[in-house]
């Protein structure tokens, strides 16, 4: 499998170069499930998907407060990979960690609090995160 880079910036989007970090192999993911890693001492939920792709967001759902992303329901909005909070359901586009649906748990916000999301690629079988370095702003 050739190398794939996917995702966005890490929690808080640093300018320096990141440092790739192993987490597993490809096969050791199911597709369409869940895996919780922990990357640079931050919980990251990675999901495989039918065309063997591997997104990473974080772990934490912004809404309940729990380490529980990896445990959702993934599916697609209009040919977007998603996954579904399972705590209250929320709906996060698992490309960009945009919240789709905060509707009926905060009806104040008007949009809700969005993932963050970590670069991925596959290299020789390997699921490497990328780890962000030097300062954030």
Request: hydrophobic letters at 45%; proline letters at 9%; glycine letters at 12%.
């Amino acid at each position: 499998m050739s190398a794939q880079a996917m995702g966005t910036t890490g929690t808080t989007g640093t300018t320096a170069a990141p440092v790739w970090q192993p987490v597993c192999g490809v096969a050791d993911l199911a597709v369409e499930r869940g895996a919780a890693a922990l990357v640079g001492g931050n919980q990251v939920a990675l999901f495989r998907l039918t065309d063997d792709r591997v997104l990473a967001v974080q772990q934490l759902d912004p809404f309940s407060g729990a380490n529980v992303m990896s445990r959702g329901i993934v599916g697609t909005r209009r040919g977007v990979p998603t996954v579904a909070s399972p705590m209250y359901k929320q709906v996060f586009a698992l490309e960009t960690g945009e919240c789709l649906d905060p509707v009926g748990f905060l009806p104040v916000l008007a949009a809700g609090p969005d993932l963050a999301t970590w670069p991925v690629e596959v290299r020789d079988g390997v699921v490497h995160v990328a780890v962000p370095t030097g300062p954030t702003p």
